[in-house]
Every structure is written in structure tokens, then in C-alpha cells.
């Protein structure tokens, strides 16, 4: 089962310096339109061959544009023996539109 985070919680998350990992699986034309600060960036098509730098003890929250990507990257990664993976639902749109305006919406 997919397990999401809303952007609202993720604000919660990332106010109170949670430990974990940002993973922005957009790709670069998209990353110079819109970013979160501190998201590693590792567009989808690169995930398989760059596994290799992501931790299996820390929890992954995957985001894309409005979350269908990032759902397909985390049930990769657990197929992956990732356990700790969670979507971002609705991706940097739902965070642009629920969270931080200044985030703009493509």
C-alpha cells in the first residue's frame, strides 16, 4: 500500500527539522520552474541507476509535479527494499497551493 504524506504535514515535518530525505524525481526543466529548498534532485529515469545514494535506514519523501510520478518512484523503491518511502499527494503543486504561495504553480 502507497503511503502519502499530505504538504501541510510535510510543512509540520519539515518545521520541526525531522530527520529525513527530500527526493525531487522532476526533471531539470521543471526544477528551474519551481523547487523546494534542500530536495535532492534525481529525475524518475535516474532512479535505478542512482540507488545507490539513497540510505535504506532513513525515510524518503518522493515528490513530482502533482504526485503520479513520486507514487511510481516509491513503490520502486520498495520493491527495492527501501522501507521507509513516502509520497508527497499532489506533489510541489498541492505544496505551491496549500503551504507556500511563493512556490510557483506551472
Known amino acids: 500500500m502507497l503511503r502519502e504524506i499530505s504538504a501541510a504535514e510535510l510543512k509540520q515535518r519539515l518545521d520541526s527539522h525531522a530527520q529525513f530525505v527530500l527526493l525531487d524525481v522532476r526533471e531539470p526543466e521543471e526544477l528551474a520552474l519551481a523547487r523546494l529548498p534542500g530536495a535532492l534532485h534525481m529525475p524518475m529515469g535516474e532512479v535505478p541507476s542512482r540507488l545507490h545514494e539513497l540510505a535504506h535506514d ?19 523503491l520498495v520493491q527495492h527494499d527501501f522501507e521507509q518511502v513516502v509520497n508527497l499527494a499532489g506533489g510541489i503543486d498541492a505544496w505551491s497551493a496549500d503551504v507556500d504561495a511563493s512556490v510557483p504553480r506551472y
Not at 532513513?58 to 520502486?76: L, M, T
Open 58 to 76: 532513513k525515510e524518503i519523501v518522493v515528490f513530482c509535479h502533482h504526485g503520479i510520478r513520486s507514487a511510481n518512484v516509491v513503490q520502486f
